[in-house]
């Protein structure tokens, strides 16, 4: 249905796209997973502490898409497999006490075709418990799809199956490569993780952050930095921000001060 | 995410649609659809000529959607099946000779939802060799999905997994950004200007911000904020942050602190 040009261009928005596995219990859904991937044009495929990888029944089942699974990158845990990714999604059923901005799917696939300078991991949880808590807080949005009431339950393969579609969808449809929407380049998860350590440290130096009562401090200032999606320089200018106060509580302050 | 209305009204349009799986091979992939109907609010499944039916592993991959077989139709062939509906799609990926006029998945969802009078079935073709020719001669339309050229065979639940995911976002009235998400109120015009006074003399207070050269540092610093919408209470936390610097800097921590 789609011309050779199509195909190609669409392919070059989907090799920005990683899959993430995350403690998969079940290797047959890896492998209908990475099938699931490679008829929609995905194939980078990471997995994050499987229980069982490389396994037969994957391999069965990914028929065609052995390719993928050959290729797939296994991580210790799901903060390796993002590390460099500039935009980090996550799949979830539940409602998180703290929530996530969500992404309907087709959100989903028109932010990625949008997003031409991201690396983007899409984060896909256990069959029986999905991603944890800390797991979810490393991402930027949460996206859910909406199943019915009667049965929430998808199958993993089923729901990389949906997501990749509505990726390849909006690829295929590429509204506008929103390509020079930004002057400069975006903090990496990696980064973004050495930031909040510095801002833990120094909150609790500052002792608006008591170790002994955290509260959800933590958790909603990492949703608040994770939904502005940070460019490099920003970053610089908070990491500076924190070290100005570590001094200034430190009484390191230059001495020409007037107050 | 979606109310109970919504997956009412939803329901009733989902209700008129049967998915006709003709000559499955795979017990397993008759489980996984039902599956994946129950999860998109489908319950009406016919099984025209399966190989091997009822069978262990169809029961294993349906999971809690057992009722779905248990109450699926058994029928002699696709004709059967479809006897009493007014519209009826078959899926193929391949081009015909005589070619039915083409859906897209997408269209597929508008066409049903706006059939508000029609008995609809969607039928599925067996594994290795899809839909006879006659029976392709049987159906209204032709749906296809997109795949990418370099493996267009997908497996026949995740087929069925799209085509139903298409249908319940347009009986749900498609994607409607959820706006109501969101748990606390946002964040005022007046209460962010406030804040970005704070903001100012903080950093100024810490020698971060130099008034004789404050270069782009409170521009780049609006811009990060504005970015999302803070909610009141990521304001009030921002401010105790802000506070609590402030106090840091003036040496008033309080005297049990260790360092």
């Not at 261009?9 to 209908?32: E, F, P, Q």
């Not at 502490?49 to 390719?67: G, I, K, L, S």
């Not at 979810?136 to 859910?144: A, G, S």
Request: aromatic residues 6%.
């Amino acid at each position: 249905m789609s011309g050779n040009s199509d195909d190609a261009r669409a392919d070059a928005m989907l090799r920005r796209v990683r899959i993430v596995l995350v403690g998969t219990l079940h290797s047959g859904n890896i492998g209908a997973a990475a099938r699931a991937m490679k008829t929609m044009g995905l194939t980078r495929l990471y997995l994050a502490a499987p229980a069982d990888f490389p396994h037969r029944e994957a391999t069965y089942r990914a028929v065609q898409a052995v390719d993928v699974l050959e290729q797939a990158i296994v991580t210790k845990d799901m903060a390796e497999a993002v590390a460099d990714c500039t935009l980090v999604i996550g799949t979830s059923a539940r409602q998180r006490r703290i929530q996530l901005p969500q992404l309907h799917p087709r959100e989903l696939g028109v932010l990625c075709a949008g997003s031409a300078r991201d690396e983007i991991a899409i984060v896909f949880g256990r069959e029986d418990s999905g991603l944890s808590n800390e797991e979810m807080q490393r991402c930027n949005w949460q996206v859910h799809i909406p199943t019915s009431e009667a049965y929430t339950s998808m199958n993993l393969a089923a729901v990389v199956q949906v997501l990749c579609y509505e990726l390849r969808m909006a690829a295929l449809g590429n509204a506008q490569p929103n390509e020079g929407g930004w002057d400069e380049p975006l903090a990496s998860a990696e980064g973004m993780e050495r930031f909040y350590d510095h801002l833990e440290s120094t909150l609790t130096e500052i002792d608006f952050l008591k170790p002994t009562a955290p509260r959800q401090l933590m958790t909603r200032l990492r949703r608040l930095f994770n939904r502005i999606r940070l460019d490099q320089m920003e970053l610089n200018i908070l990491r500076g921000w924190l070290t100005a106060t570590q001094k200034a509580a430190r009484g390191e302050l230059d001495s020409d001060r007037t107050e």
